[in-house]
Each structure stands twice: as C-alpha cells, then as structure tokens.
C-alpha cells in the first residue's frame, strides 16, 4: 500500500504569508494526487487534483505541483479563511490514502 | 447542485451491524463512482471503499475488508454500506464522497461530499 506522508503537522503564519505544505508518497503515483481543504467543524472541499489542477470556484491563491512521490501545496497570500487542516490523497490505485493532515492557523 | 445525503449511522454494540445509506440527487448518478470516508473524533480522514459508476469495481481498506460492503442501487440514485462485525474503532463520522472520475476509472478525486452520517460502537 502506497503511504502519504505530509509536513508540518502543523504551522502558524501571518496574513499575506506564503505557506508551503509538503506531501510525500511512499512509491511513485504519476500526478494522481488530490488536495482537500477542511474548515472547523465543516466537510472536506476538494482544492486541487492532478497534482496541480485548480478546482472549480477555488481562489487563484491555491495551487499545487509535484509528480511521482514529492508534491506541494502553496497558498500565495495566507487569508484568515484559509484556517483549516489540509489533506494530500493519492487516487493512483487503492487503497486511496490521505496523509495525516496539516493544520494551518493564523499567528 | 449536487447533494449527498447520508442516513444509517446511530449507536450500536460491538459485534454489531448497520447499514449506511447516501442519496444522491443533481448528477448522473450511474456515471460517477463513489467513495466512503471516515473520520474518527479529533482525527483525520480515512478512506473506507470505492465503487465504480457500474458497480463492477469495488476496493475497500484493509482496516474494513472483509466486515465492510459497498454497493449501489442507480436505479435509486443510492449508495450503501453494509457494515458487520463493527469495532470500537469503527467509531466516526462516515462521508459519502462523489468522485470526478465517471469513464473507465475509479479515482479521481472527489468533488462533492455529503454532511456525514455518525456511527458510534460502544456497549
């Protein structure tokens, strides 16, 4: 089974900060990588996919970039709404892993 | 609009059963394979199974296979989890989870989520 490992666990920064979040597989998945977003008390909404596929109605603030095992996740400008924990998932085969989430909060 | 409604969930003993419904309705529902996800209390996300849109693929975690069934009723626009032998850490809030994927796939990341259904093993 293919293993997601991402860092940090969690991270603090200020807004208008640039935040890089990295996600590594255990084996190569091309760029069948997905990136969901998790607000407090709320359902994952689906970022990115593709590795670096922005989803419909996702702010240009996001994106993503990595094939085979390293990927990355980047928020350009770091908003009081972006608060959340954030999940790397590979779909290259199943069992379709997440890894362990990031958790964002504003310093 | 998409929506994803799942029912089912409650309180049940150790060793016991339930079974997980998600009606869907504002896509194609027979054109899209589906995925369950659960999270634990205070955890993180964990995929449980995948069906593709015909039904004929299914693929569950190894933390389920075995106990877990998927399936899915297009006539009804339904999908389902028939859960056996539940464990106390079978205990969370179970998503069903639409995928983008909808031709000759079964992965492809999902874009639409239901609000989830709580399951709870405790005796």
Do not use: H
């Not at chain 1, 770091?78 to 909060?105: H, I, M, R, W």
């Amino acid at each position: 089974d293919i293993q997601m490992t991402q860092s940090p666990s969690s991270l603090s920064a200020s807004v208008g900060d640039r935040v890089t979040i990295t996600c590594r597989a255990s084996q190569g998945i091309s760029n069948y990588l997905a990136w969901y977003q998790q607000k407090p008390g709320k359902v994952p909404r689906l970022l990115i996919y593709a590795a670096s596929s922005l989803q419909s109605g996702v702010p240009s603030r996001f994106s993503g970039s990595g094939s085979g095992t390293d990927f990355t996740l980047t928020v350009s400008s770091l908003q009081p709404e972006d608060v959340a924990t954030y999940y790397c998932q590979n779909y290259n085969s199943a069992p379709l892993t997440f890894g362990q989430g990031t958790k964002v909060e504003i310093k | 609009e998409v929506q994803l409604l799942e029912s089912g969930g409650g309180l049940v003993q150790p060793g016991g059963s339930l079974r997980l419904s998600c009606a869907a309705s504002g896509f194609t529902f027979s054109s899209n394979a589906m995925s369950w996800v659960r999270q634990a209390p205070g955890k993180g996300l964990e995929w449980v199974s995948v069906i593709s849109g015909g039904g004929g693929t299914t693929y569950y975690a190894d933390s389920v296979k075995g106990r877990f069934t998927i399936s899915r009723d297009n006539s009804k626009n339904t999908l389902y989890l028939q859960m056996n032998s539940l464990r106390a850490e079978d205990t969370a809030v179970y998503y069903c989870a639409k995928d983008r994927c909808n031709t000759n796939c079964y992965a492809r990341g999902f874009d639409s989520w239901g609000q989830g259904t709580l399951v709870t093993v405790s005796s």
